[in-house]
């Protein structure tokens, strides 16, 4: 009887350790804080070179959790933000304030509903923090950038792994979304083209633990022309690539402008500057009908097939003329 009764007991223990029929057959779907773009209940990474417009998107992310409406005019926020933390130790107080002023978040600073924390603050801060992991529940947490919360070598998969864990203790504290910028390898700076594994620098744990990825590359440093791919997307059926500009917009409103949508902006290689490439007079020459006929009411499908070229490429010349102008 002792050894049937502990059977038993060792029966149910380890039926325990796994989901319920009730609880699989009722589980939530996949819920989005930013439709189509930033997933609920999953970490998020923003990847791209240094310098190519990661923490301006990450804070126009911030922006539109706050605010409610579109991010860049088109992803629709479910459910505006109860609390946003974003830790960015790459940068001190004062640049920082500055960003957030162009982005008129500093509001939102006053009202406690945006905590920050720069190289500026005090100490070091772990994600396995107490402290944070209470701030954390219910809110939007940005790292700016992801790799500063791991310890060792970033292409280490045991390093990795136990960045990764850091991650989930944030999303099992609570936090609505986990999202963090992220180093592409500078080879990546030569690529014409977005995979997870030329996005992302360091060891290929980090991509296999996101729900999201998106990879950006900028192609006007002048105008802050951002294109932006998804590389990856657990569940959910991504949008095709698009473009953003920042300037002036950003320094007018605090906005991106989305100058080419998903659908309309082509492929990277397409628009990405050919270093030394001399200019040709037939493709200036296609210009100047392509603005001649988007005058004169021409669509951009149709002036695309008039001149036999991508519609993303009549978008992009067509948006350069505006900004000159």
């Not at 933390?85 to 509001?107: C, S």
């Not at 994600?127 to 954390?136: G, H, K, S, T, W």
């Amino acid at each position: 009887m002792q050894a049937a009764l502990i059977d038993d007991s060792g029966s149910k223990n380890w039926r325990d350790l796994f989901h319920s029929y009730d609880e699989e057959t009722n589980a939530p779907t996949a819920k989005f804080a930013i439709d189509g773009f930033l997933q609920e209940d999953g970490i998020t990474l923003i990847g791209g070179l240094a310098g190519h417009g990661k923490t301006l998107c990450m804070l126009a992310m911030v922006r539109a959790l706050l605010e409610g409406g579109k991010l860049f005019h088109h992803f629709a926020v479910t459910k505006k933000a109860e609390r946003v933390l974003y830790l960015i130790p790459d940068a001190g107080l004062g640049p920082f304030a500055a960003r957030l002023k162009t982005f008129r978040l500093e509001q939102y600073v006053r009202e406690e509903k945006l905590f920050c924390r720069t190289l500026s603050a005090q100490g070091q801060l772990s994600l396995n923090d107490p402290r944070l992991l209470e701030a954390a529940k219910g809110a939007d947490v940005f790292l700016d950038t992801a790799i500063r919360f791991m310890t060792g070598d970033e292409n280490s998969a045991a390093e990795q792994r136990a960045f990764a864990d850091n991650l989930f203790a944030l999303q099992r504290a609570g936090a609505r979304t986990i999202t963090g910028a992220h180093h592409s390898p500078k080879s990546f700076g030569k690529d014409t083209y977005m995979t997870l594994e030329n996005v992302l620098r360091g060891s290929g744990d980090i991509g296999a633990m996101l729900t999201t990825c998106w990879g950006l590359s900028q192609i006007d440093a002048d105008a802050t022309r951002i294109f932006v791919q998804n590389v990856k997307a657990r569940d959910f059926l991504p949008c095709e690539p698009f473009i953003v500009q920042g300037r002036p917009c950003i320094d007018q409103t605090g906005y991106f402008e989305l100058t080419n949508p998903p659908g309309f902006a082509g492929t990277l290689s397409e628009n990405k500057p050919q270093v030394g490439r001399p200019q040709n007079p037939e493709s200036e020459d296609k210009k100047l009908q392509a603005q001649e006929m988007h005058a004169s009411g021409n669509s951009y499908q149709e002036i695309a097939n008039a001149l036999g070229v991508p519609k993303s490429t009549v978008g992009f010349w067509l948006g350069k003329a505006k900004r000159v102008q």
